[in-house]
């Protein structure tokens, strides 16, 4: 099995896009790509070539679910799995984003102590 270790992170909101990188980072030993927009993570993603995408949800311009499906468009990340993160985590919210494709929903807030062992489950039930 191919191991983790290379994290595209799309997030607005920079007080959370610190604390989530460096959990990634310095907890998790990942490779962290972060992007501040949907735009910007089409943009940037195939060069990077996660192994993985987490996606915030609820972001100016292009949202989460906007971003999933222009990421899908590129043929070298329709493998990728992705993980939304996001406050709205009612079960029929999870049900949906599941549908968009998504392997799994990280619920807002998170633990940084706990995001990286949450990331590495997600990655063991995709591969």
Request: proline share 7%; hydrophobic share 45%; glycine share 6%.
């Amino acid at each position: 099995m191919a191991e983790l270790q290379r994290i595209l992170y799309v997030e607005d909101e920079p007080d959370i896009r610190a604390v989530a990188q460096l959990a990634l980072e310095t907890v998790g030993g990942f490779t962290v790509k972060v992007c501040g927009s949907g735009e910007e993570a089409a943009h940037d993603a195939e060069d990077f070539a996660p192994d993985l995408i987490l996606l915030d949800v609820m972001m100016p311009g292009m949202d989460g679910p906007s971003t999933l499906e222009a990421l899908r468009e590129i043929p070298a990340l329709v493998e990728v799995p992705v993980a939304f993160m996001t406050a709205k985590v009612q079960p029929s919210e999870i049900e949906h984003y599941k549908s968009l494709g998504a392997r799994d929903v990280i619920a807002k807030p998170f633990d940084p102590m706990q995001l990286a062992d949450e990331v590495r489950r997600i990655w063991q039930g995709a591969v």
